[in-house]
């Protein structure tokens, strides 16, 4: 099944071309307007050197007239072969349409809503036959019954015609193009975007990405590069300075010899306040008690480090670099 991307926002087709498989673009005067196009030529020229197959308006009164502004649009440079003409079904239209095909001039008759238009499309020739399936169901119509009798038709009478599935709203209809056999259906880029998303996708692909760290990045390279000590001999109060100071929940407290007499957290904080009060607050670090530090040297793997979190239920452990403290892991690191 072809896909074109249905549009005239020149960011949303850069973006979209981006991808390198789409097979071309559509546009309507109606888009063009949208966007604040007024040179409708030198917009079309540009478009023709972006996208390998560009579809365009050729409208008219007469048969004669579409044949006639086709043939100037050629006139601007565009490639004949990877240029098709758009032509609302009349059977003006569809007299159009065989004049064009005659000339070995690409066709999509557009605007179908109904099967004996579709019929004279394919009748006359059209390289397309383009049913606006967002439209007829606005107007409570059966797009979809439609757009299968259009292929139907196309099996059956063996027709030289695709039939492309348009005004898409959302990408339940891209489902329902694919299921229904269409050759060719024209997304608007915001739909298309969303044809890769998927909740559980998403959760898998994150769920990669976290193990794939945690077996291949070393504990000092996931740690923030702070280092949070403070000697034993500042109070509780100075501590919490520290802390805000650091940005970060805890501290490691040293001793005067420069090893690890513990952790100090927020936590730990919280306890003390609602133990023994505020008066907490001017004792120094050296009065309190503290348990074994977790620890971790710098050049174990994330892994290591996620058992450890586990194992001891804390949420930071301290990082080591032969048994000196160089930094903090939280436990948030691991997901970084």
Same mark, same amino acid.
Request: hydrophobic share 40%; glycine share 6%.
């Given at each position: 099944m072809?896909?074109?991307?249905?549009?005239?926002?020149?960011k949303?087709?850069?973006?979209?071309?981006?991808?390198?498989f789409?097979?071309?673009?559509?546009?309507?005067p109606?888009?063009?307007?949208?966007?604040?196009?007024t040179d409708?030529?030198?917009?079309?020229?540009?478009?023709?050197?972006?996208?390998?197959v560009?579809?365009?308006?050729?409208?008219?009164?007469? @048969?004669?007239?579409?044949?006639?502004?086709?043939?100037?649009?050629?006139?601007?440079?565009?490639?004949?072969? /990877?240029?098709?003409?758009?032509?609302?079904?009349?059977?003006?239209?569809?007299?159009?349409?065989?004049?064009?095909?005659?000339?070995?001039?690409?066709?999509?008759?557009?605007?179908v809503?109904t099967?004996?238009?579709?019929?004279?499309?394919?009748?006359?020739?059209?390289?397309?036959?383009?049913?606006?399936?967002?439209?007829?169901?606005?107007?409570?119509?059966?797009?979809?019954?439609?757009?299968?009798?259009c292929?139907?038709?196309?099996?059956?009478?063996?027709?030289?015609?695709?039939i492309?599935?348009?005004?898409?709203?959302?990408?339940?209809?891209?489902?329902?193009?694919i299921?229904?056999?269409?050759?060719?259906?024209?997304?608007?880029?915001? $739909?298309?975007?969303?044809?890769?998303?998927?909740?559980?996708?998403?959760?898998?692909?994150?769920?990669?990405?976290?193990?794939?760290?945690?077996?291949?990045?070393?504990?000092?390279?996931?740690?923030?590069g702070?280092?949070?000590v403070?000697?034993?001999?500042?109070?509780?109060?100075?501590?919490?300075?520290?802390? /805000?100071?650091?940005?970060?929940? @805890?501290?490691?407290?040293?001793?005067?010899d420069?090893?690890?007499?513990?952790?100090?957290?927020?936590?730990?904080?919280?306890?003390?306040?609602?133990?023994?009060?505020?008066?907490?607050?001017t004792?120094?670090?050296?009065?309190?008690?503290?348990?074994?530090?977790?620890?971790?040297?710098?050049?174990?793997?994330l892994?290591? @480090?996620?058992?450890?979190?586990?194992? /001891?239920?804390?949420?930071?452990?301290? $990082?080591?670099q032969?048994?000196?403290?160089v930094?903090?892991?939280?436990?948030?690191?691991?997901?970084?």
């Amino acid at each position: 099944m072809e896909l074109y991307l249905d549009s005239a926002n020149l960011k949303e087709i850069e973006e979209g071309f981006r991808l390198g498989f789409l097979n071309g673009l559509t546009t309507t005067p109606t888009f063009m307007q949208r966007e604040g196009i007024t040179d409708i030529d030198a917009t079309i020229v540009k478009l023709s050197k972006m996208v390998p197959v560009l579809q365009i308006e050729a409208l008219g009164q007469s @048969a004669e007239e579409v044949l006639a502004e086709a043939e100037r649009q050629l006139d601007l440079g565009l490639n004949p072969k /990877t240029t098709v003409f758009k032509i609302p079904v009349s059977l003006e239209g569809v007299r159009a349409c065989k004049l064009l095909r005659n000339k070995g001039y690409l066709v999509n008759v557009h605007l179908v809503y109904t099967l004996q238009q579709a019929y004279m499309a394919m009748q006359a020739g059209a390289t397309y036959v383009c049913p606006l399936v967002g439209r007829l169901q606005d107007q409570g119509h059966d797009a979809l019954s439609l757009i299968q009798q259009c292929v139907d038709a196309v099996d059956l009478y063996g027709y030289d015609t695709k039939i492309m599935f348009s005004s898409v709203r959302h990408t339940e209809h891209v489902r329902n193009a694919i299921t229904l056999g269409v050759h060719t259906i024209t997304v608007p880029l915001k $739909v298309l975007k969303q044809l890769t998303e998927n909740n559980f996708t998403s959760l898998g692909t994150d769920q990669f990405i976290m193990d794939t760290r945690l077996m291949m990045v070393k504990v000092e390279d996931a740690m923030n590069g702070i280092n949070p000590v403070v000697p034993e001999s500042m109070t509780i109060q100075e501590a919490l300075v520290k802390m /805000t100071e650091y940005n970060f929940g @805890a501290v490691t407290v040293l001793k005067a010899d420069g090893t690890i007499r513990g952790v100090f957290t927020d936590g730990s904080l919280r306890t003390l306040l609602t133990n023994q009060g505020s008066a907490i607050l001017t004792q120094s670090l050296n009065a309190l008690t503290f348990k074994t530090p977790i620890c971790i040297e710098g050049s174990a793997l994330l892994n290591e @480090a996620q058992q450890l979190f586990k194992k /001891t239920a804390v949420d930071t452990l301290v $990082v080591t670099q032969n048994g000196k403290p160089v930094g903090m892991l939280d436990i948030q690191d691991l997901k970084a």
